[in-house]
C-alpha cells in the first residue's frame, strides 16, 4: 500500500508550492524532463504549456521568420502586478545561434520554467520579477537546430543558418554535403583495410583506436588508411563535404567590429544581412529598457565578455568592475567555467552579438560556451592536447563511453559500401556525445547557468530616493537635497554608454505648485557651493552618467513657494521613480 499512498499524497498536494530544488515534498506545476533534448517545435510547445498555466506572466509574439520560414519567437516573462515590462530594466535571453549549440535553447526554457514555477512562493523571485522583466529568445538559428536534430550530422555540423551559399567557391551552392552512408543519423569517421599499404594500425589494447605509424628507414606501414569524414565527392571536385548546406555565421554579422568575408569567415555580405539578426537587432533597439544581455552557446565551458578583437582596446574601468564581479561570481555558479576576454583567451570574432549589445549599445553582456567536459572527470586534471573536447583524451571519452554510457555514445567500426572506395568501414562519436552533456548532467547544467541569468539580471539598476532635505535659505527660498541611489552593480548608464553618448540621459525632475529657480548636481557632500546650477530648465535636469552601480548622485533645486514637491528620476535602464516632499 505503500507506493499507492504516495501517488494520491502527491496528487493532493498543492502545486503552487514552488518548486525551488528541494528534492523531498515538492513538485512543479508543469514537467518538463530535463534529461533530454528537444527539436524547435517541442522547444515552442514547452513554453506554451507554460504561457498556458500562466498566461499573465509570460506572453509572446512573433519578431520574424528564419531563411527557411520558421518563427522566432521572443517570450516576455514579466509580472503585470508590478508594471508593464517596458517600464522596467529588461534583461535579453538568446541561445542557438549556432545550429549544433543546442543546450543553451534549453536553458533559456529552464530559466521561464524556474521563474515561473517559483513566483509566488519565494522571495528572491519575487523580488526580480518584481523590479524587472525577461525576453527570451530560445533560439536564433531554428533552422540550424531543425537539422542538427533530425539529419545526419556530427556534433561540429548545422553550424550554419540554412539560405544556400557556395562556401568553395565553385559557382554552386551547397551541392557537396556530408553523406550518411549507413542511414543511422550520425556523420562519423571512414577507415579502409589496406593490408601493409596504410598510414595507421590498430591499437592492441583498442582496436577502436587508430595508431599512426611513424615514418621509418624499414619500409614497416600499418594496414589501415583513415577516409576523413563519413561520405563522398557529390560534385567531382576532388574533395569531399566541403560545400554542406548554409556556409555562414551569423554571429559574425552584427555591426561592432564587424568585417567582411576575406577577413572574418561567415561575416555574410553585410551587418544584418540575415533575417534572423535583422528582426533580433530591431528588437532590441525598439527596447531601450535592456540592460543585461545572455547568450548561449557550446562548448568549453566559458563566461566570455568582449571586446572580441584586440583592435577594439579596452573597455571602461567603471563597467570592468561590472563585468568581474559577475564573470567571477560565474565562476563559482559554474564549475569547471572560467570567466574569459574573448580575443585574449579564446580567438579573435569580428562581428559578435555580445560584442555589438555591449560596444554598440552599451548593455553588459556575457557569452556562455555550455558544458565542458571535465565534468566526465572532475578528479582528473585537464588534458591541454584535448582541442574541443576539453580536458579528456580520447581514450578518457572510450572509458566514459563504455563506463558511464553502457556504449551508447560510441558507434562501434563497421563495414559499408563506398562509391569510389568500395568497402570501407564506419564509426566513431555520435553526434549528440562531446559538445552537450549526457542525459544524466543535462539538468544541473541548466539549472546553474540559468541561475546565472537571474544573477545577472538581479544587478541591473533599482534607483530609490535614499533621502531628501528641505533647508529654508530666507526671503522665501527653499533648497531641496535629493540623494538618488541605485542599490545594483550596473550602472542606470554604463561607462561606455556615456562615452558614447549611447541612448537617452537620465532625467532627474521636480514637480509642484512653485517656481524652481536653479538647479543642480552635487559634487562634495559636505561642501555646498561645489556644484553647477542649471538655471534653464532646473526642473529637469540631464545626465550622460547616469547613477553608478552601488553609487549615489546628489541633487540640489532652489525654489521659490511651498507645498508639496514631486522629485523624481527616469532613465532607460531603471524603474521609474517618484517620491513627495513637503516643502515649508
Known amino acids: 500500500m505503500i507506493a499507492p499512498l504516495l501517488s494520491l499524497a502527491l496528487l493532493a498536494q498543492d502545486p503552487g508550492t514552488g518548486f525551488i530544488g528541494n528534492p523531498v515534498d515538492t513538485r512543479p506545476s508543469v514537467e518538463i524532463a530535463w534529461n533530454r533534448l528537444y527539436d524547435d517545435a517541442e522547444i515552442y510547445a514547452h513554453l506554451d504549456r507554460l504561457a498556458e498555466r500562466w498566461p499573465d506572466l509570460l506572453t509572446y509574439q512573433v519578431i520574424g521568420k528564419s531563411v527557411e520560414g520558421r518563427e522566432m519567437r521572443v517570450y516576455t516573462l514579466n509580472d503585470p502586478a508590478s508594471g508593464s515590462a517596458d517600464s522596467k530594466p529588461a534583461m535579453w535571453v538568446d541561445a542557438n545561434v549556432h545550429g549544433n549549440e543546442v543546450q543553451g535553447s534549453e536553458a533559456t526554457l529552464y530559466l521561464a520554467w524556474y521563474l515561473l514555477e517559483n513566483h509566488g512562493t519565494n522571495e528572491r523571485v519575487d523580488d526580480l520579477l518584481g523590479r524587472a522583466c525577461f525576453y527570451i529568445l530560445p533560439m536564433v538559428n531554428p533552422d540550424g537546430r531543425h537539422h542538427w536534430i533530425h539529419e545526419a550530422h556530427n556534433p561540429h555540423s548545422s553550424r550554419t543558418g540554412h539560405q544556400p551559399t557556395d562556401s568553395d567557391l565553385d559557382g554552386k ?184 549589445t555591449y560596444e554598440g549599445l552599451g548593455i553588459i553582456s556575457f557569452t556562455n560556451e555550455m558544458w565542458v567536459s571535465e565534468r566526465m572527470f572532475p578528479q582528473d586534471k585537464p588534458d591541454p592536447n584535448a582541442g574541443w573536447f576539453g580536458g579528456t583524451s580520447q581514450e578518457d571519452r572510450l572509458w566514459f563511453n563504455d563506463q558511464l554510457m553502457s556504449g551508447g555514445a560510441y558507434i562501434e567500426w563497421h563495414e559499408v559500401e563506398h562509391p569510389l572506395y568500395g568497402t570501407v568501414e564506419v564509426g566513431g562519436f555520435r553526434k549528440d556525445f562531446g559538445r552537450v552533456p549526457p542525459s544524466f548532467l543535462i539538468e544541473e547544467e541548466l539549472h546553474r547557468n540559468a541561475v546565472f541569468c537571474m544573477r545577472h539580471a538581479e544587478s541591473m539598476p ?40 549611447v541612448g537617452k540621459q537620465d532625467e532627474f525632475t521636480i514637480a509642484g505648485d512653485f517656481e524652481v529657480l536653479a538647479g543642480g548636481f552635487r559634487e562634495d557632500r559636505w561642501r555646498q557651493e561645489r556644484m553647477d546650477f ?44 517618484r517620491v513627495p516632499v513637503e516643502l515649508p
Open 173 to 356: 551552392f551547397d551541392e557537396d554535403p556530408p553523406n550518411d552512408l549507413d542511414g543511422d543519423g550520425h556523420i562519423v569517421q571512414m577507415r579502409k583495410y589496406v593490408p601493409g599499404e596504410g598510414t595507421h594500425r590498430l591499437d592492441p589494447d583498442d582496436p577502436r583506436v587508430m595508431i599512426p605509424v611513424p615514418d621509418n628507414d624499414r619500409g614497416e606501414k600499418g594496414d589501415w588508411i583513415l577516409l576523413g569524414t563519413e561520405g563522398y565527392d557529390d560534385d567531382g571536385d576532388g574533395l569531399i563535404n566541403e560545400d554542406d548546406s548554409g556556409g555562414y555565421d551569423m554571429n559574425r554579422a552584427w555591426p561592432s567590429s564587424w568585417r567582411p568575408g576575406h577577413i572574418q569567415y561567415g561575416a555574410g555580405p553585410y551587418p544584418l544581412y540575415w533575417p534572423e539578426t535583422r528582426c533580433i537587432a530591431d528588437f532590441i533597439l525598439a527596447h531601450p529598457n535592456i540592460a543585461a544581455v545572455q547568450s548561449f552557446h557550446n562548448t568549453g565551458g566559458m563566461i566570455l565578455r568582449g571586446p572580441g578583437a584586440e583592435s577594439y582596446g579596452r573597455y571602461p574601468r567603471a563597467d570592468l568592475r561590472v563585468y568581474d564581479e559577475l564573470g567571477k561570481d560565474g565562476e563559482r555558479m559554474l564549475p569547471f567555467y572560467d570567466y574569459m576576454i574573448i580575443w585574449k583567451d579564446l580567438y579573435s570574432v569580428f562581428g559578435g552579438f555580445v560584442n555589438w
Open 462 to 501: 533599482d534607483v530609490v530616493v535614499r533621502s531628501h532635505e528641505v533647508s529654508s535659505l530666507g526671503g522665501g527660498l527653499t533648497a531641496i537635497d535629493v540623494t538618488f541611489e541605485n542599490l545594483r552593480p550596473i550602472p542606470t548608464r554604463t561607462a561606455l554608454a556615456a562615452q558614447k553618448k
Open 534 to 577: 542649471d538655471t534653464d530648465r532646473p526642473e529637469r535636469l540631464l545626465s550622460e552618467r547616469g547613477i553608478p552601480g552601488r553609487g549615489e548622485v546628489m541633487v540640489r533645486w532652489i525654489v521659490r513657494g511651498s507645498g508639496t514637491a514631486t522629485v523624481g528620476w527616469t532613465g532607460e535602464k531603471g524603474r521609474e521613480v
